[in-house]
């Protein structure tokens, strides 16, 4: 028999953050010993658990839950997305323009595999949350990396994105608040990029899934916020409860188009497409939807300065910037930062390599940069997720791996 190869159009997609470095973790958890995870933005297994009410809401509504509903989710939690994009200065979001998925994650793929042809391009950040760049190009399209630049809080390089532009540029993405590197963007800047959409006809992908992870007494301003009266941009916009509500396991996320929806009515219609041929979401998630959405927002309580996770990203960055060589833009949102090794100190050629050799020695696990699309090899992605014992020990940890790597 002829050997089963894998379809062409994986051939450029890829996602390391459950690459081969966490498989070699997890067969090193089987022998039995234990890895310190600073790898993935999970965030129940660390303790932080979904609300309670949120809970609750599921279990009482499962045995109502088991059939299919509306392909774009139910009207109930469709409403509630609909109020928060008014809470957020969206205008003009109906019912009708949002759509709930299993997590955010199934709707990137879905908003690209409806736009492009083979060969369209999507400016999309580099570094950058790799799915993105993965969905463009399973969907036929090619990702062109515009630089977000550390010497400018990571913030996104108007000049790069201008020069990236071609005639088959259709769309741009913009992660705020920032993974992998805690960014947090100003209205100034958001007006900018708009300003360069506006002049490229250019669709704005607006990834804000922290968009309540917030440090410092910080707000979010949602880019489709800023759309002018004329209404001259299509816009479509993630969020879920993933990260704001702690419910990665739930997969419900959501995406909502707005701005000049008359422009996209084709568009449009391939989204309502994707969404019918795979049915509908999950469903005892989507019940929790209204009551997230609506309730308490417990979140503020752990990015308050004595929150839990306030408190983890300061020893963090304390830690961190202390070992010689590193340096990191302090995070302003979400739960990552991403630190730089001085290349002059840490000559590293392949840091996959790096971050295997440090999960094999100190049993630590990280994400190396490249898996972010970055370019170089000198940086890393730290989750700090893990209770500041934890933090405090794999980050000695991670110092005592520089220390021997500088000798070497
Ligand atoms: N977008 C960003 C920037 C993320 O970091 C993640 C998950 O880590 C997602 C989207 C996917 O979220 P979901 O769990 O809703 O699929």
Redesign the pocket.
Known sequence: MTTILKSNKLQNVCYEIRGPVPERARQMEEEGQRIIKLN??NLAPFGFDAPEEVVQDMIRNLPNSAGYVDSKGLFQARKAIMHYTQSKNISDVTVDDIYIG?????L?VMAMQGLLNDGDEVLVPMPD?P??TAAVSLAGGTPRHYLCDEANEWYPSLDDIRSKISAKTKAIVI?NP??PTGALYPDSLLKDIIQIAREHSLIIYA?E??DKVLYDGATHTSIASLESKEKDILFVT?N????NYRA?GF???WMFVSGNKKIAKDYIEGLNILATMRLCANVPAQYAIQTALGGYQSINDLVKPTGRLAKQRDLAYKLLTEIPGVSCVKPRA?LYMFPKLDPAIYPIADDQQFILELLQEEKVLLVQGTGFNWQQPDHFRVVFLPNLDDLTDAIARIARFLENYRKR
């Open positions: 993935i933005g299993n997590g955010a994650s199934e990137i949350y799915l993105w992660i920032n993974n990834d899934i922290y993630f879920g409860l993933s990260k990665c997969r419900a996320g979400a």
